[in-house]
């Protein structure tokens, strides 16, 4: 496993933007994901892309979060539009081999590299 690393995380209000951004050239035929602890402290997969583009969210961010991947540059992306403050926590990029969607990302591949920390606040 090695880990990616995650940036662009930051300190917005609500209804804000962030970009998250990872660098995925080791992993460029997985299915890559982005995942964030919730209340509870447990990780939860929001969102997923596949090799071929299909992309797969959890419900709270659905309509929300953009992920995306640029395979020419090796970075992938999440876009995170109109942030509540139920939005605030670490999240992390991951890589993952086979099925893909929000759920299957968390058997992570890639392993967990240090997080960026986004903070809603009212």
């Known amino acids: 496993q090695v880990p990616m690393v995650e940036s662009g995380g930051g300190s917005v209000h609500v209804g804000g933007s962030l970009r998250l951004s990872c660098d995925f050239s080791?992993?460029?035929?997985?299915?890559l994901g982005w995942v964030r602890r919730d209340g509870a402290g447990l990780r939860e997969g929001i969102a997923s892309i596949s090799r071929t583009g299909a992309t797969n969210y959890r419900d709270s961010v659905e309509g929300r979060f953009t992920i995306s991947r640029d395979d020419g540059k090796g970075i992938f992306y999440l876009k995170m539009d109109n942030l509540i403050p139920e939005d605030t926590s670490v999240y992390y990029c991951?890589?993952?081999?086979?099925?893909?969607?929000?759920?299957?990302?968390?058997?992570?591949?890639?392993?967990w590299g240090p997080g960026t920390q986004v903070t809603v606040s009212s």
């Open positions: 080791k992993y460029t035929r997985y299915c």
């Open positions: 991951v890589a993952v081999w086979g099925k893909c969607d929000y759920v299957t990302i968390l058997r992570t591949d890639s392993g």
